[in-house]
């Protein structure tokens, strides 16, 4: 029955696991285009390395973006905004001047006849002159205020009519030709008349007759860019288009990519799509299967985590869904998308070799279908390598920040170096594309806060965590520094001792430190049975027998994990609690059980700790060092021999045991260790300088 339930468990897993994988390949095939690919590849400034081409059917030539932006831009900056020409503002300017002369001339002459009406009719040609001209206010249309310089078009009588703005009025404009008008009526016309004007309200008579048309100038300029053409030539069937070793300029390059366009859309159309679809199925298929298959030869602890296994392939996942929804809408550049993110989390959580392999797992599988596939994988390739060896301290915000900008500056520099090999010079970098790697550079800095997202929905533990529970002043850690102070001193010891060795032989010094400094908490439950706790006049295992005792201090690995949980510590850490003492024994008590009653063998096993063994480098170092730091306090002569002596004879105790078996620690690694020990105790407990008693003068 046993045997059965152990398959089952086995296979069950397998198929979770199994599942993900599936679940991940289809859908990304889902997603990914429907379309064939062009057996070609080609870059820009490099020779054609394929055989001779001849165009296979007729193709149009697609203008480039740059082209494309170029006349788009050169519409919408000579596009000339429409204004419909308000008829009725002049007849009633004319009779609002009219009515206000009139009073004006009987307010200062008053019983004086009116002056010749020629006089007033050459003033009124001038009112009419600037209304048949046109009168703007440009601040009542900011949004176009900026493009009215190009002029505008007028709509008057069904009829459009383009106008230089320098030909029409603006209110201070009409009302300056105004003044100018009434000044030369001083000399050329009745003095009388001159005051006359000159006491009017000019305002009334000029008010603007163009109103902005919102509805036919978007309309216009909606059409005008649908019109523009996106091709600019014609190839035809038959034609040479390329020779091999020929080198791909600009323009034989735009051939070539109109080439590839045309041929892959015709391949969707008239090819067999289950046939591509199938080719999509293997391609995946293909990728995740090397993904495994690293997994299973060099991180195969990863696979027994469904955790793990599910954030790992979510990531790849999402990265490509993203890809091809962008590449589908056409508006945002591929380049915006923050592939770096991708080592940035698995460093964080992982290690920096599976780091490079999944993002690179990830370049693969987008650049399969994006346009300019070997510089879209390069630049990330680049990207991602400077992400890796740049942000090797997340828990330090700066580095953060300072890894953001490495990166940013390895895209533009790739992307520089590109550019001056296809185009010959750097004036022809793209400042749009510029944009896209400063967008994202700035969606990388959200990885901060994603990494603390992740780490509470997976379980996985940061640095920035470790830092913040490897802090003394932690409420776990100020409890066992009041409760059990002696056990809080040997546990700061212990930490020390287990993080130079985990520098030395590689590891994570972050997390060695914190599961050092929680591995004896259970202690806080009966600390003064424990002899780091204890008065020198008193000693609780004096009134027990020594098998009660051995329950006592054995019992502090599961107190230590009920705590630990309690206090919601994170199962990495919990697992430095679990291993700490492996399945040794309670070796004081032991020997003394021994000694009392050497024919004994019933209750040898009450003596062992349950287990399990260190199964990593930081629990293994954490073992030894707990064991190496306790023995040496009870060393009564203390000179480099004795030290030597101690920790040579407590590891090959524990190798014997075969503590280490479960642990990916070398021999090599063993012994380096043991020269950290060694070398770190000296300085513990080296000789002090006897300071002379102070004597009365």
């Given at each position: 029955?046993?045997?059965?339930?152990?398959?089952?468990?086995?296979?069950?897993?397998?198929?979770?696991?199994?599942?993900?994988?599936?679940?991940?390949?289809?859908?990304?095939?889902?997603?990914?285009?429907?379309?064939?690919?062009?057996?070609?590849?080609?870059?820009?400034?490099?020779?054609?390395?394929?055989?001779?081409?001849?165009?296979?059917?007729?193709?149009?030539?697609?203008?480039?973006?740059?082209?494309?932006?170029?006349?788009?831009?050169?519409?919408?900056?000579?596009?000339?905004p429409?204004?419909?020409?308000?008829?009725?503002?002049?007849?009633?300017?004319?009779?609002?001047?009219?009515?206000?002369?009139?009073?004006?001339?009987?307010?200062?002459?008053?019983?004086?006849?009116?002056?010749?009406?020629?006089?007033?009719?050459?003033?009124?040609?001038?009112?009419?002159?600037?209304?048949?001209?046109?009168?703007?206010?440009?601040?009542?249309?900011?949004?176009?205020?900026?493009?009215?310089f190009?002029?505008?078009?007028?709509?008057?009588?069904?009829?459009?009519?383009?106008?230089?703005?320098?030909e029409i009025?603006?209110?201070?404009?009409?009302q300056?030709?105004?003044?100018?008008?009434?000044?030369n009526?001083?000399?050329?016309?009745?003095?009388?008349?001159?005051?006359?004007?000159?006491?009017?309200?000019?305002?009334?008579?000029?008010?603007?007759?163009?109103?902005?048309?919102?509805?036919?100038?978007?309309?216009?300029?909606?059409?005008?860019l649908?019109?523009?053409?996106?091709?600019?030539?014609?190839?035809?069937?038959?034609?040479?288009?390329?020779?091999?070793g020929?080198?791909?300029?600009s323009?034989?390059?735009?051939?070539?990519?109109?080439?590839?366009?045309?041929?892959?859309?015709?391949?969707?159309?008239?090819?067999?799509?289950?046939?591509?679809?199938?080719?999509?199925i293997?391609?995946?298929?293909?990728?995740?299967?090397?993904?495994?298959?690293?997994?299973?030869?060099?991180?195969?602890?990863?696979?027994?985590?469904?955790?793990?296994?599910?954030?790992?392939?979510?990531?790849?996942?999402?990265?490509?869904?993203i890809s091809?929804?962008?590449?589908?809408?056409?508006?945002?550049?591929?380049?915006?998308?923050?592939?770096?993110?991708?080592?940035?989390?698995?460093?964080?959580?992982?290690?920096?070799?599976?780091?490079?392999?999944?993002?690179?797992?990830?370049?693969?599988?987008?650049?399969?279908?994006?346009?300019?596939?070997?510089?879209?994988?390069?630049?990330?390739?680049?990207?991602?390598?400077?992400?890796?060896?740049?942000?090797?301290?997340?828990?330090?915000?700066?580095?953060?920040?300072?890894?953001?900008?490495?990166?940013?500056?390895?895209?533009?520099?790739?992307?520089?170096?590109?550019?001056?090999?296809?185009?010959?010079?750097?004036?022809?970098?793209?400042?749009?594309?510029?944009?896209?790697?400063?967008?994202?550079?700035?969606?990388?800095?959200?990885s901060?806060?994603?990494?603390?997202?992740?780490?509470?929905?997976?379980?996985?533990?940061?640095?920035?965590?470790?830092?913040?529970?490897s802090?003394?002043?932690?409420?776990?850690?100020?409890?066992?520094?009041?409760?059990?102070?002696?056990?809080?001193?040997?546990?700061?010891?212990v930490?020390?001792?287990?993080?130079?060795?985990?520098?030395?032989?590689?590891?994570?010094?972050?997390?060695?430190?914190?599961?050092?400094?929680?591995?004896?908490?259970?202690?806080?439950?009966?600390?003064?049975?424990?002899?780091?706790?204890?008065?020198?006049?008193?000693?609780?295992?004096?009134?027990?027998?020594?098998e009660?005792?051995?329950?006592?201090?054995?019992?502090h690995?599961?107190?230590?994990?009920?705590?630990?949980?309690?206090?919601?510590?994170p199962?990495?850490?919990?697992?430095?609690?679990?291993?700490?003492?492996?399945?040794?024994?309670?070796?004081?008590?032991?020997?003394?059980?021994?000694?009392?009653?050497?024919?004994?063998?019933?209750h040898?096993?009450?003596?062992?700790?349950?287990?399990?063994?260190?199964?990593?480098?930081?629990?293994?170092?954490?073992?030894?060092?707990?064991?190496?730091?306790?023995?040496?306090?009870?060393?009564?002569?203390?000179?480099?021999?004795?030290?030597?002596?101690?920790?040579?004879?407590?590891?090959?105790?524990?190798?014997?045991?075969?503590?280490?078996?479960?642990?990916?620690?070398?021999?090599?690694?063993?012994?380096?260790?043991?020269?950290?020990?060694?070398?770190?105790?000296?300085?513990?407990?080296?000789?002090?300088?006897?300071?002379?008693?102070?004597?009365?003068?």
């Amino acid at each position: 029955m046993n045997r059965a339930l152990q398959i089952f468990q086995l296979y069950y897993k397998v198929a979770i696991k199994t599942i993900y994988f599936i679940i991940a390949i289809v859908a990304i095939v889902l997603i990914l285009p429907r379309e064939g690919k062009f057996k070609y590849e080609f870059q820009k400034g490099k020779a054609w390395m394929h055989e001779d081409l001849v165009a296979p059917f007729d193709f149009s030539i697609y203008k480039s973006d740059t082209e494309l932006i170029s006349e788009r831009n050169a519409i919408l900056n000579n596009f000339k905004p429409f204004f419909r020409f308000d008829t009725t503002s002049t007849v009633q300017a004319l009779k609002q001047f009219r009515s206000d002369f009139k009073e004006e001339w009987k307010r200062q002459n008053e019983g004086e006849k009116e002056p010749n009406q020629k006089l007033i009719d050459n003033f009124e040609v001038q009112i009419q002159f600037l209304h048949r001209k046109g009168i703007i206010n440009p601040d009542e249309n900011p949004e176009i205020k900026d493009r009215l310089f190009a002029g505008i078009t007028f709509l008057h009588d069904n009829h459009a009519l383009e106008t230089p703005f320098e030909e029409i009025y603006t209110v201070s404009k009409a009302q300056n030709y105004l003044i100018e008008k009434i000044d030369n009526f001083n000399n050329t016309g009745s003095p009388k008349v001159y005051k006359v004007l000159k006491k009017l309200p000019l305002f009334k008579y000029i008010k603007p007759n163009l109103t902005y048309d919102v509805k036919t100038t978007n309309k216009v300029r909606q059409d005008m860019l649908a019109n523009l053409s996106l091709t600019e030539g014609l190839v035809y069937s038959g034609e040479r288009i390329v020779s091999r070793g020929e080198i791909i300029d600009s323009e034989l390059y735009q051939i070539l990519f109109s080439l590839k366009r045309d041929f892959e859309s015709q391949l969707s159309d008239t090819g067999d799509s289950n046939v591509i679809f199938m080719g999509h199925i293997l391609f995946v298929s293909i990728i995740f299967l090397i993904l495994f298959l690293f997994l299973y030869n060099f991180r195969r602890e990863i696979l027994q985590y469904d955790s793990k296994i599910f954030f790992i392939l979510l990531l790849v996942t999402s990265m490509t869904i993203i890809s091809s929804l962008l590449l589908k809408r056409n508006l945002i550049s591929v380049y915006v998308i923050p592939f770096a993110i991708v080592p940035i989390f698995i460093q964080t959580f992982y290690d920096s070799r599976l780091a490079l392999f999944i993002h690179l797992t990830t370049v693969f599988l987008v650049g399969f279908f994006v346009p300019n596939s070997f510089e879209f994988v390069f630049m990330h390739f680049i990207a991602g390598v400077v992400a890796i060896i740049s942000l090797t301290k997340v828990y330090r915000r700066s580095k953060l920040f300072l890894s953001v900008a490495y990166i940013l500056l390895s895209y533009i520099f790739v992307y520089a170096t590109i550019v001056l090999i296809q185009e010959g010079t750097i004036l022809k970098l793209n400042p749009l594309t510029l944009a896209w790697f400063a967008g994202n550079a700035l969606l990388l800095l959200a990885s901060y806060q994603l990494i603390y997202l992740f780490e509470k929905v997976f379980g996985f533990l940061s640095d920035t965590t470790l830092m913040e529970l490897s802090d003394t002043n932690q409420d776990l850690l100020r409890k066992l520094a009041e409760v059990a102070p002696g056990t809080f001193q040997h546990s700061l010891q212990v930490s020390n001792l287990a993080e130079s060795a985990i520098h030395k032989i590689g590891g994570n010094p972050l997390l060695v430190r914190a599961g050092a400094l929680y591995h004896d908490i259970g202690k806080m439950g009966n600390p003064y049975y424990f002899i780091e706790n204890q008065s020198p006049d008193f000693n609780p295992h004096e009134s027990l027998n020594y098998e009660e005792s051995a329950e006592i201090i054995i019992n502090h690995v599961a107190e230590g994990i009920l705590i630990a949980k309690k206090n919601r510590l994170p199962e990495q850490l919990i697992d430095f609690i679990r291993t700490h003492h492996g399945t040794t024994k309670v070796q004081y008590f032991y020997r003394l059980f021994k000694d009392k009653f050497p024919d004994s063998k019933d209750h040898l096993d009450s003596f062992g700790y349950p287990g399990p063994k260190p199964f990593s480098k930081e629990t293994a170092v954490v073992m030894m060092a707990d064991a190496v730091e306790a023995a040496s306090r009870a060393l009564k002569s203390i000179t480099v021999q004795t030290i030597e002596d101690l920790v040579e004879g407590i590891i090959k105790y524990q190798q014997d045991q075969g503590q280490f078996n479960d642990a990916n620690i070398t021999f090599r690694d063993i012994s380096d260790i043991k020269q950290i020990f060694k070398k770190k105790l000296q300085n513990i407990y080296h000789p002090r300088i006897e300071y002379p008693k102070e004597v009365p003068e």
